[in-house]
């Protein structure tokens, strides 16, 4: 059975960081691109940021230069690095698991962050 669970969001002051983990069971983690992606009340969900199977790395443009994304093969886990943070950075945040195999797409049950003073 495929798991991805998140930790780390909550509520942060602008300006202020969080750090996202997503540890993964169930997949052969090294094979699978993962991602971040969030989604505020009211708007579509959106990637944030992504690292694929070799480590290439890709963000949303609102993020660049404040958010990191990394991942750790031996422990399974996806990190996205979050400073400086905004209130437009609100959101609900899902990590996601993308493999070659058609279908073998998994997500996590998200973690909220709120940016707010």
């Known amino acids: 059975q495929v798991q991805l669970a998140e930790s780390g969001g909550g509520l942060v002051q602008p300006g202020g960081s969080l750090r996202l983990s997503c540890a993964a069971s169930g997949i052969t983690f090294r094979d699978y691109d993962m991602g971040w992606y969030r989604q505020a009340p009211g708007k579509q969900r959106e990637l944030v940021a992504s690292?694929?199977?070799?480590?290439?790395?890709r963000y949303l443009d609102s993020v660049k230069g404040r958010f990191t994304i990394s991942r750790n093969n031996v422990e399974n886990t996806v990190t996205l690095q979050m400073n400086t943070l905004k209130p437009e950075d609100t959101a609900a945040y899902y990590c996601?698991?993308?493999?070659?195999?058609?279908?073998?797409?998994?997500w996590g049950q998200g973690t909220q962050v709120t940016v707010s003073s």
């Open positions: 690292i694929t199977s070799a480590g290439s790395t």
């Open positions: 996601n698991a993308r493999g070659l195999a058609i279908g073998s797409v998994y």
